[in-house]
């Protein structure tokens, strides 16, 4: 079966410093990899995603993430933290469900807090 | 416009009560998913509807029953509240009929903070 894993549940940076929170996924196949952003209160919304081809991808908000299948590792980087960003961050692997259909496997999720 | 919106955004309710959570997209998806965050922000699946047939089911209580009227709209029932209950319960949406990870693209609506006391 699929899974997540997030290891750091908080992590604190200073407004301006770079960030990068890690993702380690298991899963047999072709992983397809995302990684939502939960703002308090809010929804979740798509950061950027993986299918395949060139493994760094770019997302929205400045934010990036590496795609390293010798480390089944989806981190999720950004240069230049900024104070808007304190939120939520969860990586997921899409995977298929036996009798059809598919679904998303999240990891426990980081809670990121910026420092002004 | 509001893509997946929920109704409504807070319930509080008492035990042993009966309550509803209604979901609707307006992005034309056919796939609808019910997915429960805990109170430590673990979020898990519970249903998913392909065009008004349920297609995943992950042992979730029968207390929890959902319907789907139709392709755009997926509600949630759920008989004799317990305190477990209390969680946010998110619906999401996505395309069929697309391959690869589009497929696999999720659209989540706000949430629907629900408080058993």
């Known amino acids: 079966a699929q899974s997540v894993t997030q290891p750091d549940i908080h992590i604190t940076v200073s407004e301006g410093a770079s960030l990068e929170l890690r993702c380690n996924y298991s899963y047999g196949a072709t992983p397809y990899l995302f990684w939502y952003v939960q703002s308090p209160g809010q929804g979740l919304q798509l950061l950027l995603k993986?299918?395949?081809?060139?493994?760094l991808v770019q997302g929205i908000k400045g934010f990036e993430a590496e795609f390293k299948r010798s480390q089944s590792s989806f981190n999720l980087r950004k240069p230049s933290v900024h104070w808007s960003d304190a939120a939520e961050y969860f990586c997921a692997v899409g995977a298929w469900v036996t009798g059809g259909g598919n679904k998303l496997t999240f990891g426990t999720g980081t809670q990121l807090k910026v420092e002004l | 416009d509001t893509a997946v919106s929920q109704t409504p955004k807070y319930l509080v309710t008492q035990m042993g009560n009966d309550k509803s959570i209604k979901c609707e997209q307006n992005l034309g998806h056919d796939t609808m998913y019910w997915y429960k965050q805990d109170s430590k922000k673990f979020l898990k699946i519970m249903f998913s509807y392909n065009n008004k047939e349920l297609i995943i089911n992950e042992t979730v209580p029968n207390r929890f029953s959902p319907k789907s009227p139709d392709k755009a709209h997926l509600n949630l029932h759920i008989n004799s509240l317990e305190l477990g209950d209390s969680a946010v319960y998110f619906c999401?949406?996505?395309?069929?009929?697309?391959?690869?990870?589009?497929?696999?693209?999720?659209?989540f609506g706000p949430g629907t903070r629900l408080t058993v006391t």
């Open positions: 993986y299918f395949s081809g060139d493994t």
């Open positions: 999401a949406s996505r395309r069929t009929g697309t391959s690869g990870g589009d497929a696999y693209e999720q659209y």
